[in-house]
């Protein structure tokens, strides 16, 4: 949508108010609102001037920013008594306008514009599912036991079905595309978008979160992810064609078994992305095998549909609330490298779930005496950072204040 149509549109729809939205280092959104006056044409080139905290952890104060909205990426509020555009910005040094170093989108970007300036693609198609589990108000969330049994539930047993139904309907009002929703292991809920670029994927899953904390609070229950993982299906693209297909490993080319392995190399500084947000990191039970048998693994095959064209790539070592544009970028970064690398998966792929519990070595964040260690993430996030910084997609500014969380 060009900056012509987002004022036609707001004009159209009665909107009141503009929500200027951006996400931190540790994946959550910040915003401030204007009244739809202040937004002009000109306001998609200028930007909006305001003190941003784009690090939460740190000790500095707010900084002086511009924050640039940007026209194709905005949401309809669905909770706001007055009709709210959700206009979604990157954050840019209010003297130089340059981008902001920790800003997480733009990261994204530029991964975008890596992954073009090589020979393997020109695009990428990511469907992303965002898992969460409900609990009453003031009661403390269960603890999530993985019982397969409930996995794909229907009738009573699929508790927060009508939540979901809710949910679905929420997006559609807002602009974002679900693609399917259901009910997942320990009584979880999932919900999973339409596929999309990495930028627009990981707007979405923004959006989707914010959908599922607004209305479980207007319903007096408790949203967490905690013990809950987010699954991501990738495909680059060439030309518009999607290049992991082929006959090499359970549908696979060459090419995707290449990217896979590129994520069993890189596996422990992504993970050590993924968890640098949190105060207490997860343990990974998830091994670092391509097993196409087991859910467990953490990147395997996938069938996207029974089209073989549209064999995929799976990645399921984040936590549910990760910061989906650093993940994802990261992911991205690891397949090229796999790629352009021809790297080799080994016997990743030969191993199997009865053998998997024995596969010590392939386990992430593992030290000498075989034990999880976040330090272990915090070193090897330090020590492996060089493909991450190819085209400047991570700066090492950026790195260094994740690999800071963990001290």
């Keep these: 949508m060009k900056p012509k149509a987002v004022l036609a549109y707001c004009r159209e729809k009665g909107i009141k108010a503009v929500d200027l939205r951006f996400v931190d280092v540790d994946g959550q959104w910040r915003h401030v609102t204007f009244p739809l006056s202040a937004l002009m044409e000109s306001s998609f080139e200028e930007g909006f001037g305001h003190e941003v905290l784009l690090d939460p952890q740190s000790d500095h104060p707010p900084s002086h920013a511009i924050l640039l909205p940007h026209s194709e990426a905005n949401y309809l509020d669905p909770f706001t008594s007055q009709p709210t555009l959700a206009l979604l910005t990157t954050v840019q040094d209010a003297l130089m306008r340059d981008e902001n170093v920790l800003d997480a989108r733009c990261v994204a970007r530029r991964a975008m514009q890596y992954l073009s300036s090589t020979s393997v693609g020109d695009g990428v198609l990511v469907r992303s599912s965002c898992p969460f589990r409900l609990s009453p108000l003031r009661k403390p969330v269960e603890e999530i036991v993985p019982d397969r049994s409930t996995y794909l539930a229907c009738g009573p047993s699929d ?201 010590i070595p392939w386990r992430i964040g593992q030290t000498n005496n075989n034990e999880f260690s976040p330090k272990a993430l915090q070193s090897q996030l330090d020590s492996d950072r060089e493909f991450l910084t190819r085209g400047e997609v991570f700066g090492d500014e950026l790195i260094d204040v994740l690999c800071s969380r963990f001290d």
């Design 159 to 359: 508790r927060d079905f009508i939540f979901r139904c809710q949910i679905a309907d929420l997006a559609s009002d807002s602009g974002l595309q679900v693609n399917r929703h259901l009910n997942g292991f320990g009584n979880s809920s999932e919900i999973h978008l339409k596929p999309a670029g990495l930028v627009e994927s990981s707007d979405d899953v923004m959006m989707l979160r914010y959908l599922v904390g607004q209305h479980a609070w207007r319903t007096d229950q408790n949203v967490s992810a905690e013990n809950l993982w987010l699954n991501t299906q990738w495909s680059i693209l060439r030309a518009g064609e999607p290049i992991f297909a082929g006959a090499v490993h359970r549908g696979l080319s060459e090419v995707g078994v290449h990217a896979m392995a590129g994520i069993l190399r890189h596996a422990d500084a992504i993970a050590a992305i993924a968890t640098a947000h949190r105060q207490t990191q997860p343990e990974y039970s998830w091994l670092r095998i391509c097993s196409s048998t087991s859910v467990e693994s953490v990147v395997r095959a996938a069938v996207a549909s029974h089209n073989p064209r549209f064999r995929t790539v799976e990645f399921r070592g984040a936590p549910a609330d990760c910061n989906p544009y650093l993940v994802g970028s990261a992911v991205l970064m690891a397949m090229l490298d796999g790629i352009q690398n021809k790297v080799s998966p080994g016997n990743a792929l030969s191993i199997t779930i009865e053998g998997a519990a024995d596969s």
